[in-house]
């Protein structure tokens, strides 16, 4: 019986250590596009494109969004690779008539944005890139640069 319940007793701390080795990735898993940009933003048809490098190395996401009521779109960059650490993340969005931009771009942990611009009526195109510091210089990119999800 003592046997058995120090096994359970170490089978519980190392789980408990495994849960807690990297709350980096708890944190991160806690930001959703919706969360970043805000009530009444939903995400839209082609609306979320992988951030890779050009082997195909996958380090987050780039997010484009939509409030309705508002007319207002909405991108995010969310970090799946290097999560915690502060590496450049950007986010873009640019509308087409009338022609404006926003970027959102620095040393983030978690995520680059919201980046948000009225958009009803008007054709976009958005972009992100998450460039890792030092070990691996290779730049992610990813989103879609040209025109669509107009109206």
Known sequence: MLKSTKR???A??????????????????????????????????DGSRPVK??????YGRVYLLYNRTTGYNCVTTIKSS??????????WLETKAPRKSAKD??????????????AKDSCVAY?????P???DPQAATGGRNTWGNCG
């Open 127 to 131: 972009w992100g890139v998450i460039k």
């Open 53 to 58: 490098t050009s082997s195909g190395r996958v």
């Open 82 to 91: 290097f999560v915690g650490t502060g590496t450049y993340v950007s986010a």
């Open 133 to 135: 510091n030092g070990h």
């Open 8 to 10: 359970i007793i170490i």
């Open 105 to 118: 771009a620095k040393s983030y942990r978690y995520y680059a944005g919201p980046v948000k611009l009225y």
């Open 12 to 45: 519980a701390t190392l789980s408990a250590g495994a849960v807690m080795a990297n709350p980096a990735h708890a944190v991160a898993a806690a930001y959703t596009p919706e969360s970043v940009c805000g009530a009444g933003f939903a995400r839209v048809s």
